[in-house]
């Protein structure tokens, strides 16, 4: 097969191909987003087995008074710079407030921070996730790769559009006259 027809199959290959991902993003990302769902990207091991590093949860929000034990919620901890994602060990009652002990499956034990009261009517509490597509996730938050996974695309859109400018301004073969 010559280079001249084998490039349309590799443009209708490489189409596919980003057909492919950008539904599998959209299922992945935009559906949960639109059916209420809120999604957190697993950065750490303490819920290894459950929810592996890399793991997208898709948390809903539920009433705080829903809460029990065995159930995993993302919240921040007191003095904590970021969202955790830990199950609920145990849920007291102390002094008339629901407190919640966590811990992650993978930890020894429970979460330094002790038993903590979830200052909200409403906890976002896991509903189900996707096991690594938040590697994804969390590479395309960075600045450098969001212009790659833009700018390749558009550089390819705009030489095609211009070998097709160029390969149309060229003057059209002409025949042989006959003698």
């Known amino acids: ?19 492919a991902v950008a539904v599998i993003l959209a299922l992945a990302v935009l559906v949960p987003a639109l059916l209420g769902y809120q999604r957190y990207v697993i950065t750490s091991g303490s819920m290894t087995g459950a ?4 793991s997208l949860v898709f948390d809903r929000v539920v009433p705080t008074a829903s809460l029990r034990a065995g159930d995993v919620i993302t919240f921040r901890p ?26 992650g499956d993978a930890n020894r034990a429970a979460d330094a921070w002790g038993p903590i009261a979830l200052g909200s009517a409403k906890q976002a509490r896991v509903a189900f996730h996707l096991p690594y597509l938040g590697y994804g996730i969390a590479t395309l938050s960075q600045r450098p790769v969001r212009m790659l996974v833009i700018g390749v695309p ?4 705009a030489l ?20």
């Open 160 to 179: 095609a559009a211009l070998a097709g400018l160029w390969r149309d301004s060229s003057p059209e073969p002409r025949a042989p006259h006959a003698a």
């Open 1 to 19: 097969m010559s280079l001249s027809r084998s490039l349309p199959l590799v443009r209708r290959v490489l189409g596919i191909l980003l057909a």
């Open 51 to 54: 929810y592996d590093r890399g």
């Open 154 to 157: 558009a550089l390819l859109i």
């Open 78 to 103: 007191p003095g904590h710079p970021a969202f955790v994602t830990h199950r609920i060990a145990s849920v007291q009652t102390v002094r008339g407030q629901r407190v919640f002990t966590t811990k």
